[in-house]
């Protein structure tokens, strides 16, 4: 059976406590030692230790516009951190810390013992970013500048086409419209003289019928004949009618070709293609008297760049140091104890 005589285990600690400060009397002048080399040690590096100098600066990035109706930012801020990381992190190993707000403000923060040197890497970082926009803005100005001119060039020409295109078929209906002008111009006087000399006719025709009135016998014999007089001047009559409308039918058709020439000559050539063609210019070159004219928010720095000093907790350190010595120094004269111990046995 097992002992568990809580006595027994009483006497173990005892043992152990008595071992242990047999242990610290002995090792007294080296334990001493020890901490005291180890803790003066620290307490010289503490003292020589500089202050750590923390800067920040925060940039607010700028805004450009594509249209009158919608501002871009210049670059996300996440664009913008990777490229300062590229830049200044990876290829000068600068300690920089980056921190993005509402997607256009970006902080940073670096530290280092040189609060001139803080600074002027702040600075660096800052006009990087002031002329790497700059830049961006300026691309982005002189791209959309080439579009749109080559658009409006190329709406121009096609303009410029069609309006060759309704010249030539203008004229055509001008010519074509003349001609018809003409030819009733000729054919008008040709039914004048025919209705004068349908006229005649039957002004004579009637003599003749006024004439044969006043004698019964010849009038009885004549209007035995086929057709009579009275026929033939209803016939004439009806020439004359028909010419007179044909008359005014050629009038109002050359009254009317002379509108449509008058219209032609001046009224401006444009198709529905060309007034689409020039309203969708009209557009573009308000678009870019826009982008000439714009100005863009730029990126700028949004406050001084602050520093301040973190001093060193010296007296903590020092402490520390007291109690790293004192591990130190206990643990060397366990080991040295144990070790002579261990030869005496």
Request: charged content about 25%; cysteine-free.
């Amino acid at each position: 059976m097992q002992n568990n005589n809580p006595n027994n285990h009483i006497q173990g600690v005892e043992i152990d406590l008595n071992w242990f400060l047999k242990l610290l009397i002995n090792s007294h002048k080296l334990i001493i030692a020890i901490t005291l080399v180890i803790t003066i040690l620290v307490s010289i590096n503490a003292s020589q230790e500089k202050p750590l100098y923390i800067s920040s600066a925060i940039l607010e990035i700028g805004k450009y516009s594509q249209d009158q109706n919608k501002e871009i930012l210049i670059e996300p801020s996440s664009s913008l951190i990777e490229e300062l990381k590229i830049n200044f992190i990876h290829k000068q190993q600068a300690n920089v810390i980056f921190d993005s707000e509402k997607d256009r403000i970006v902080k940073f923060t670096t530290k280092s013992t040189n609060p001139e040197k803080n600074i002027d890497l702040l600075n660096e970082m800052i006009g990087y970013s002031i002329n790497r926009h700059s830049n961006l803005v300026s691309n982005f100005i002189q791209k959309t500048n080439k579009k749109l001119t080559y658009e409006i060039e190329s709406l121009n020409n096609q303009i410029e086409f069609n309006n060759k295109i309704l010249f030539t078929q203008n004229e055509d209906k001008k010519i074509r419209i003349t001609n018809q002008i003409e030819k009733i111009n000729n054919k008008l006087p040709q039914i004048d003289s025919k209705i004068k000399e349908i006229k005649k006719v039957i002004l004579e025709d009637n003599k003749n019928f006024k004439l044969l009135a006043a004698d019964p016998d010849v009038f009885l014999e004549r209007a035995a004949q086929s057709p009579t007089l009275t026929q033939i001047i209803h016939s004439y009559n009806n020439q004359l009618l028909n010419s007179e409308a044909e008359k005014i039918n050629l009038s109002q058709e050359k009254d009317s070709l002379e509108t449509q020439l008058k219209r032609l000559e001046s009224n401006n050539l444009e198709s529905e293609m060309v007034f689409k063609l020039s309203q969708e210019k009209d557009n573009l070159e308000l678009e870019l008297e826009f982008l000439i004219k714009q100005n863009p928010t730029s990126t700028q720095s949004i406050r001084e760049i602050k520093t301040k000093e973190v001093r060193p907790n010296k007296k903590a350190t020092i402490l520390l140091g007291f109690i790293i010595g004192l591990f130190i120094s206990i643990s060397i004269a366990f080991i040295k104890y144990s070790s002579k111990t261990f030869k005496e046995e």
